[in-house]
């Protein structure tokens, strides 16, 4: 069972080359956190255990040039707690030029 209201963002079509910041709201409940890790590079983190909120900036750069049409992404951010367990969030988008 996750600590957050709603684990998974999908930000649906974005147009890319600006970043974008995701919210996720801890609930009542979450334990100490220990750890944020996100598996890219191009998310950075801010938590703010005051308010439980988690705004993750999406650098959300621009498309490379051999991708063709609109490119599927999905971003992970791993939550480890003092009490050793973990929470996996996720964002995802469709991109497009």
């Excluded at 009542?28 to 890790?37: G, Q």
């Excluded at 005051?50 to 051999?66: C, F, G, M, R």
């Amino acid at each position: 069972m996750s600590h957050w209201i709603k684990p998974e963002i999908n930000l649906g079509v974005i147009k890319a080359g600006s970043p974008k910041k995701v919210v996720f709201t801890a609930k009542e409940d979450v334990p100490t956190i220990i750890a944020i890790t996100p598996y890219c590079g191009c998310t950075a983190t801010n938590y703010n255990k005051d308010t439980k909120e988690l705004v993750i900036t999406y650098s959300n750069a621009a498309i490379p040039d051999q991708v063709k049409g609109s490119q599927t992404i999905t971003k992970r951010i791993d939550i480890k707690y003092l009490d050793a367990s973990v929470d996996i969030l996720i964002i995802k988008a469709t991109r497009i030029r």
